[in-house]
């Protein structure tokens, strides 16, 4: 995993959970000029950490929540925005009523229509791609679910596992193995 300064973890975890740093900021009790600091600062670290912690769960810094925030982040980057407006004029939608349905600011769905911005959290995401029905992705995304026809379709194997003790009768447990 590459190196994740402080200000891309804050950035990350905003889009994440749909949270601006002013909030963040503000639940961990930490003055703005503390916040952006990426040199550990011995007696803050400690009091934003716990305070994110409590926000988010012990485990919001672990390598693979980590990876899961940057994927659903490049998900969100890697959207086509005539998806959506196809969608919104295919339905006769205003961009303020699917502003309303998705429960985003109508600003938000102009500017992702005309490519001025992105999507700003994974919950945008979520939203307007339930409503749309699609997982809004351009054609080429490496995100995209491919349906590769020569793939061989997954084996399924029963495995038994010893679980006797010394000393006593011989038995078996059944367990599930999946092959691919």
């Not at 975890?13 to 003055?31: A, G, H, I, P, Y």
Request: hydrophobic letters at 30%.
């Amino acid at each position: 995993m590459n190196y994740l300064s402080t200000r891309d973890l804050y950035k990350l975890l905003s889009f994440e959970f749909d949270m601006t740093q002013t909030k963040m900021r503000e639940d961990c009790e930490v003055r703005m000029f503390l916040w952006h600091k990426d040199e550990d600062i011995k007696d803050m670290l400690p009091k934003i950490d716990k305070g994110l912690a409590q926000l988010f769960g012990h485990d919001y810094r672990s390598p693979e929540n980590i990876r899961k925030y940057e994927r659903h982040r490049d998900i969100a980057r890697d959207i086509d925005p005539n998806i959506i407006a196809q969608y919104r004029i295919n339905n006769g939608y205003s961009i303020s009523k699917l502003a309303s349905l998705a429960d985003i600011p109508y600003e938000t769905v102009r500017k992702i229509e005309s490519s001025i911005s992105e999507i700003s959290s994974w919950r945008q995401y979520q939203n307007l791609a339930a409503i749309i029905g699609n997982d809004l992705l351009k054609a080429d995304s490496k995100y995209k679910e491919r349906k590769d026809k020569n793939r061989k379709p997954k084996k399924k194997s029963i495995t038994f596992k010893n679980i006797a003790t010394r000393g006593s009768k011989l038995s078996w447990e059944m367990g599930h193995k999946v092959v691919y």
